[in-house]
């Protein structure tokens, strides 16, 4: 018995070695956020003035959001307003960035598929992550700026949406299309003749 199970072990190891991967990463980037946060945020136990000043991720995070989000407004000639947590569109909705807007759990699944997957050059991962990183920032921006514009809370109470849930769920579903275009094997083969 002990001899059959380890040896489906060892056929298995590589799908074993990925989903191990793939979830202590995820777990280490999502979680440690918030282990970072804590070092970030004053008046923490774990506050560090460094931290706060020169190593702050997730105020970079929201500051480009909200750049972005007031590009948005701009290009659509809308008189808006930014702070440090916020996007107000004048005679709309005020949006304010928390923690929850940033986006991390799903950079974290990002970086996570694109490290752990197997049989990948070191420049395809670079650009799996590089590039679903930037698309999804980029949604996330439009998010912002769409909610400052359109939300308001008959929509919410109308129709039971959170846009959290929303986003995540149009993320997971553009995350999974994009992980099978990419672990797809070429339909191209190399040979000494030229491509078939």
Partial sequence: ?????????????PQIKFLALLVGIYWVLDYGTFFW???AAPG????????????NYI?????GLLYLSSVWASLFQ?????TLY?????NHTQVNVGYSCIGIGMYALIIAVGISFPDKSLKSRLAFIAGMLLFVYVLNSWRIFLIARFWDDHVRFT?????HDVFNYVCYVIIGIAFYAWQRP????STAHGTV
């Fill in 159 to 163: 129709f039971n949406l959170d846009h």
């Fill in 186 to 189: 070429s339909a191209y083969v």
């Fill in 59 to 63: 105020a970079w995070l929201r500051s």
């Fill in 78 to 82: 809308l008189e808006h307003t930014t």
């Fill in 37 to 39: 946060i804590g070092l």
């Fill in 44 to 55: 923490g136990k774990t506050y560090s003035a460094f931290v706060e000043k020169h190593l």
């Fill in 1 to 13: 018995m002990k001899a059959e199970l380890a040896s489906q072990l060892r056929l298995y190891k």
């Fill in 86 to 90: 916020s996007l107000l569109l004048k």
